[in-house]
C-alpha cells in the first residue's frame, strides 16, 4: 500500500506581523497546532520575531521554548537570574517559557526563530541543517522546515527566507539547503 506524501508551503510573504504589547518588536506566526489555536490553547507553536528592544519576555506557563538567533548581534537572556548568551547564529537554546526572563540586545535589533511546545503534550527538536541530507518523518511525529538562511529545496519544492514546509505523512524526503534550514521535530508523548 501506498500513501501520497504532501508538502504544505508556508510562504513568509503572506505572514502578517503581529506588534508585542510593549511594543518591543513584532511576532510572525509559521504555524501551530492545532490549527487557530490562540497563545493559551497550542500544542505547538512557530514563530519568527523581530526583536527591536530590550525588555522582559512573556510568560507562558506550562510551556517549553526553543529560541535560535538568526540575524543580529545577538542577546544577554536572563533565565530565573542564570544569564545565558545567545549570540551564536543558528544554535537553538532551550529554557522554561515559564521560567523569569529578561532580554538585553548586544549589539541593536536582532531577528530570532521560536519553537514553544505544550509540556507534558509535545517534545520538539530543533536541528539547524546546511548540508543535503534526507528528513525522516517518524511515524507519530510532525516536521517542519523552516529556511533561516539562504533558501532550500525540499523533494523539488523551492523555499526562500523564512518560508517554511509541513512534511505530512511519515517518510523520507530529501532537503537540499543552500544557506541553513531549521528541522523541528514535534511528537506527542503518549497519555499513560
Given at each position: 500500500?501506498?500513501?501520497?506524501?504532501?508538502?504544505?508551503?508556508?510562504?513568509?510573504s503572506?505572514?502578517?506581523?503581529?506588534?508585542?504589547?510593549?511594543?518591543?518588536?513584532?511576532?510572525?506566526?509559521?504555524?501551530?497546532?492545532?490549527?487557530?489555536?490562540?497563545?493559551?490553547?497550542?500544542?505547538?507553536r512557530?514563530?519568527?520575531?523581530?526583536?527591536?528592544?530590550?525588555?522582559?519576555?512573556?510568560?507562558?506557563?506550562?510551556?517549553?521554548?526553543?529560541?535560535?538567533?538568526?540575524e543580529?548581534?545577538?542577546?544577554?537572556?536572563?533565565?530565573?537570574?542564570?544569564?545565558?548568551?545567545?549570540?551564536?547564529?543558528?544554535?537553538?537554546?532551550?529554557?522554561?517559557?515559564?521560567?523569569?526572563?529578561?532580554c538585553r540586545?548586544?549589539?541593536?535589533?536582532?531577528?530570532?526563530?521560536?519553537?514553544?511546545?505544550?509540556?507534558?503534550?509535545?517534545e520538539?527538536?530543533?536541528?539547524?541543517?546546511?548540508?543535503?541530507?534526507?528528513?525522516?518523518?517518524?511515524?507519530?511525529?510532525?516536521?517542519?522546515?523552516?529556511?533561516?538562511?539562504?533558501?532550500a529545496?525540499?523533494?523539488?519544492?523551492?523555499?526562500?527566507?523564512?518560508?517554511?514546509?509541513?512534511?505530512?505523512?511519515?517518510g523520507p524526503?530529501d532537503?537540499?539547503?543552500?544557506?541553513?534550514t531549521?528541522?523541528v521535530?514535534?511528537?506527542?508523548?503518549?497519555?499513560r
Amino acid at each position: 500500500m501506498t500513501s501520497t506524501r504532501h508538502i504544505q508551503v508556508l510562504r513568509a510573504s503572506e505572514r502578517p506581523a503581529t506588534p508585542w504589547l510593549n511594543g518591543g518588536g513584532v511576532t510572525r506566526e509559521v504555524t501551530g497546532f492545532p490549527s487557530g489555536a490562540g497563545l493559551d490553547g497550542f500544542d505547538w507553536r512557530v514563530s519568527l520575531a523581530d526583536v527591536a528592544t530590550a525588555g522582559p519576555f512573556s510568560s507562558f506557563p506550562g510551556v517549553d521554548r526553543v529560541i535560535t538567533l538568526v540575524e543580529g548581534a545577538g542577546m544577554a537572556l536572563s533565565v530565573d537570574g542564570a544569564e545565558q548568551l545567545v549570540d551564536a547564529p543558528f544554535r537553538p537554546f532551550a529554557f522554561p517559557g515559564d521560567a523569569a526572563t529578561d532580554c538585553r540586545l548586544l549589539g541593536g535589533p536582532v531577528v530570532d526563530f521560536n519553537v514553544m511546545t505544550r509540556r507534558g503534550r509535545v517534545e520538539a527538536t530543533v536541528e539547524p541543517v546546511s548540508t543535503p541530507r534526507r528528513v525522516e518523518v517518524p511515524p507519530e511525529a510532525t516536521v517542519l522546515l523552516v529556511c533561516l538562511a539562504g533558501s532550500a529545496v525540499i523533494d523539488g519544492t523551492p523555499l526562500t527566507r523564512y518560508d517554511a514546509a509541513l512534511l505530512d505523512p511519515p517518510g523520507p524526503y530529501d532537503l537540499h539547503p543552500d544557506g541553513v534550514t531549521a528541522a523541528v521535530t514535534f511528537r506527542f508523548r503518549s497519555a499513560r
